[in-house]
């Protein structure tokens, strides 16, 4: 039986910078299998599933929910992810099975799977009558750096954001991340105490392939061995919210005359969720059913 991902959330500096750390392996190694990913399209979704869960755990309420979505001009087309704030979390990648060779560090090439070309938009329903929508370009396509420029432009906030995922073709072995703030009271001697520590710190994919415990890596990051664990025992999980009533309010909305030429054209009507690539069958006598409600 596989070990359950989990999260913790950190203060460092006597509460000057605040930490969150997460263990998203399992997350992503579902992904992996649900949508038959390649090494490739599971390291950029692995990513972006990351990054959601990192930012979803931070919502004020379990009714609000993020959507992170890349649209790149590399192969993969569009990525999006949805994250609660459990952290509960979706994803679905347009084209799963691309693959690419190794970029020129040695490494999975996403920046080349994504594209530099495009937008990483950040959707946030929070209870208001409109969601809140931050949109900025691509930097890379290495996804990290991408969030980076979203909380320098569209949040005006001094984050660090770091997501590593390691894949080969027998499945995930290690993913995970963290997002670092500075709170309004952190002074510059704090910001250059972590400019010098960022220097020689290894990169995410590094200290996840040591297998450093969350606590461990929190005190990494942070350059502080007095870190104090303010929220644990968050488990983020892969979860699906579609359900048979979904897919049918979907289908109402198609409108009358959309509905009828499906009748007309087919027997059946088989609908498949993008997330979760789990199936629903509504047969003639359910649409005729339908129809009458409109």
């Given amino acids: 039986m596989k070990e359950l991902d989990s999260m913790k959330k950190y203060l460092a500096y006597d509460g000057k910078v605040a930490i969150t750390v997460i263990d998203s392996t399992n997350l992503v190694d579902d992904a992996r299998n649900i949508h038959d990913l390649t090494p490739t399209t599971t390291a950029a979704l692995g990513r972006l599933m990351t990054a959601a869960a990192l930012l979803g755990v931070d919502l004020k309420s379990m009714d609000d929910s993020i959507t992170v979505q890349i649209k790149?001009?590399?192969?993969?087309?569009?990525?999006?992810?949805?994250?609660?704030?459990?952290?509960?979390?979706?994803?679905?990648?347009?084209?799963?099975?691309?693959?690419?060779?190794?970029?020129?560090?040695?490494?999975?090439?996403?920046?080349?799977?994504?594209?530099?070309?495009?937008?990483?938009?950040i959707i946030k329903d929070i209870g208001l009558k409109e969601p809140y929508v931050g949109i900025v370009p691509l930097v890379s396509g290495e996804i990290a750096e991408d969030f980076a420029k979203y909380f320098a432009e569209s949040e005006q906030k001094p984050n660090i954001i770091a997501l590593g995922v390691l894949v080969d073709k027998n499945g995930v072995?290690?993913?995970?991340?963290?997002?670092?703030?500075?709170?309004?009271?952190?002074?510059?001697?704090?910001?250059?105490?972590?400019?010098?520590?960022?220097?020689?710190?290894?990169?995410?994919?590094?200290?996840?392939?040591?297998?450093?415990?969350?606590?461990?890596?929190?005190?990494?990051?942070?350059?502080?061995?007095?870190?104090?664990?303010?929220?644990?025992?968050?488990?983020?999980?892969?979860?699906?919210?579609?359900?048979?009533e979904r897919f049918e309010k979907g289908l109402i909305s198609l409108g009358r005359e959309e509905l009828e030429k499906m009748i007309e054209d087919e027997e059946n009507i088989e609908t498949v969720c993008h997330f979760c690539n789990k199936k629903y069958l509504f047969d003639k006598k359910k649409i005729k059913e339908i129809l009458k409600t409109i």
């Fill in 72 to 121: 790149g001009d590399g192969p993969i087309g569009s990525m999006v992810a949805v994250a609660n704030k459990f952290p509960k979390i979706r994803a679905y990648v347009q084209n799963p099975h691309v693959e690419l060779e190794l970029n020129e560090k040695g490494k999975i090439d996403v920046g080349g799977a994504v594209g530099k070309n495009g937008f990483l938009n």
């Fill in 173 to 244: 072995k290690k993913a995970g991340g963290y997002l670092l703030s500075l709170m309004p009271d952190a002074s510059d001697e704090i910001v250059t105490i972590l400019e010098k520590n960022a220097e020689k710190i290894p990169s995410i994919s590094k200290i996840l392939s040591e297998n450093n415990s969350l606590d461990e890596i929190a005190k990494i990051i942070t350059g502080d061995e007095n870190t104090k664990i303010i929220e644990e025992d968050i488990t983020p999980v892969y979860e699906c919210n579609c359900s048979y």
